[in-house]
């Protein structure tokens, strides 16, 4: 009889252990979250890599990808396509929310995803490179096509159609959306096995990918995210910082202040304060211009610009210069912040803008500079003629005044004047003042 008993009660703690651990291992299903909103860059793309990377680390279930960008740099699309490859967890790309694109280098990250699903209203395609800067002509042979861009659209053609392939996905419309620049909303992108399926939101998005088999670096998995717990991993703060940098319209603010700190404390020597801003927007730039791609013949002529303006401040050309270098700076902010792939340029009503704030602050500069060249001397002691000081004594017809720091001898060759009444300087004799009351015109 004891040991019938001892076997119910450690059948029964099996079955209390096992109904315990069942919800215990699907409590333990993790999902890492990733959110790239924004133009791919080096700081977006090394964020990305270090979350797979952890994800992989921490023996995830999946990753997801919360995409949103309107393309960016290759070289940063690639790295973040490789850490994709080289995934041990599956990732899962996710164009939201309702609005959302995946242009351009959004189009190839999606085709690498294990699962790539898409919210309602949203859209992808675009992937034709952009070139900002011109080609050399040299490579531009008497067909007219241009040598340089063909073999780079070849080559953006070759990857994605892989990584379509790859993934079972439709390559025509990849090669497409690299040669013809074709676009999909999201119901059309499913029709069209260009992505899995609509996700409403991340709940569905996790129900529709559990079960799913994919092919990983290390084999073949099935995906478990049915009521995974979600573990949302941010870009760190300093990062970010550097991903706002790479935004050309940030960027052309930087631009606007580096030129008016600088260009104001050279005009201005010993304010200091636009000096140090000018300076710091100046070195923010240069990293900005490091990630961006920039018009060589735009970056140029908005120095010819600068050079413009500031020549017209220290040389009398009645604002001729500041004209030219108006136009200078219009045409190359065009070029730089204006060319570059739809969507992600600067928009030229922005550019418009700060062309106009530019001209109206080196006009006022100019002005400043005109109004000085015009204004009378009046250093030394002859500074003090035309001022209305109190008489410190009786002044009949010699007295005493207090005048710009210093003790005068003062002379009246009018009405007499109290002490304590105003009086006028109106010239000087020797190193004694002239005054008249100062209520006598």
Same mark, same amino acid.
Request: aromatic letters at 12%; hydrophobic letters at 55%.
């Given at each position: 009889m004891g040991c019938r008993t001892a076997g119910i009660v450690v059948l029964a703690v099996l079955i209390v252990g096992l109904a315990r651990a069942a919800p215990a291992a699907a409590e333990a299903r993790v999902v890492q979250v990733l959110t790239v909103n924004g133009e791919i860059e080096p700081a977006m793309a090394q964020y990305v890599e270090t979350g797979i990377r952890r994800a992989s680390e921490q023996r995830a279930d999946a990753v997801v990808i919360r995409l949103y960008t309107p393309g960016g740099l290759s070289s940063s699309m690639e790295q973040i396509i490789d850490a994709i490859l080289q995934s041990r967890a599956p990732v899962i790309v996710y164009v939201s929310p309702t609005g959302a694109r995946a242009a351009s280098a959004g189009t190839f990250i999606t085709m690498a995803a294990h699962i790539a699903a898409m919210a309602p209203a949203t859209r992808i395609g675009s992937a034709h490179p952009v070139f900002a800067s011109p080609l050399p002509t040299s490579e531009q042979p008497s067909g007219g096509q241009n040598t340089m861009m063909q073999k780079v659209v070849n080559d953006a053609v070759s990857y994605i159609v892989s990584l379509a392939k790859k993934r079972g996905r439709n390559a025509d419309w990849a090669r497409d959306a690299v040669v013809k620049s074709a676009n999909l909303t999201a119901e059309d992108a499913v029709k069209l096995h260009v992505v899995d399926f609509i996700a409403q939101d991340m709940?569905?998005? *996790? +129900?529709?990918?559990?079960?799913?088999?994919?092919d990983t670096a290390y084999g073949t #998995?099935? /995906?478990?995210?049915?009521?995974?717990?979600?573990? %949302?991993? =941010? !870009?760190p703060w300093y990062k970010m910082f550097l991903h706002? *940098?790479?935004?050309? *319209?940030?960027?052309?603010?930087? !631009?606007?202040? @580096? /030129? %008016?700190?600088?260009?104001? =404390?050279?005009?201005?020597?010993? @304010?200091?304060?636009?000096? #140090?801003?000018?300076?710091?927007?100046?070195?923010?730039?240069? %990293?900005?211009?490091? #990630?961006?791609?920039?018009n060589v013949a735009g970056l140029v002529l908005i120095l010819l610009s600068i050079v413009l303006f500031i020549l017209d401040i220290k040389v009398p050309t009645h604002g001729a210069l500041t004209i030219g270098g108006i136009v200078a700076f219009f045409l190359g902010s065009m070029m730089v912040f204006g060319s570059a792939a739809p969507g992600v340029g600067v928009p030229l009503a922005v550019l418009a803008a700060g062309t106009i704030a530019t001209a109206g602050f080196f006009a006022f500069l100019v002005g400043m500079g005109a109004r000085a060249l015009r204004r009378p001397v009046v250093t030394g002691r002859y500074s003090v003629v035309g001022l209305v000081v109190e008489a410190k004594t009786d002044i009949n017809p010699v007295g005493k005044v207090f005048a710009q720091g +210093? $003790? $005068?001898?003062? =002379?009246?060759e009018g009405q007499p004047v109290k002490k304590g009444e105003s009086v006028r300087i109106v010239g000087m004799k020797g190193l004694r003042l002239m005054v008249t009351r100062a209520d006598v015109v």
């Open positions: 709940g569905d998005l *996790l +129900a529709k990918s559990d079960g799913r088999k994919v #998995v099935t /995906v478990h995210t049915k009521g995974a717990r979600l573990d %949302y991993f =941010e !870009m706002y *940098l790479a935004n050309p *319209l940030i960027a052309f603010f930087l !631009m606007l202040a @580096a /030129v %008016y700190g600088i260009i104001f =404390e050279i005009n201005n020597p010993g @304010a200091i304060a636009p000096g #140090v801003i000018g300076g710091v927007a100046l070195i923010l730039l240069l %990293y900005s211009f490091s #990630v961006l791609p920039i +210093a $003790w $005068w001898t003062a =002379e009246t």
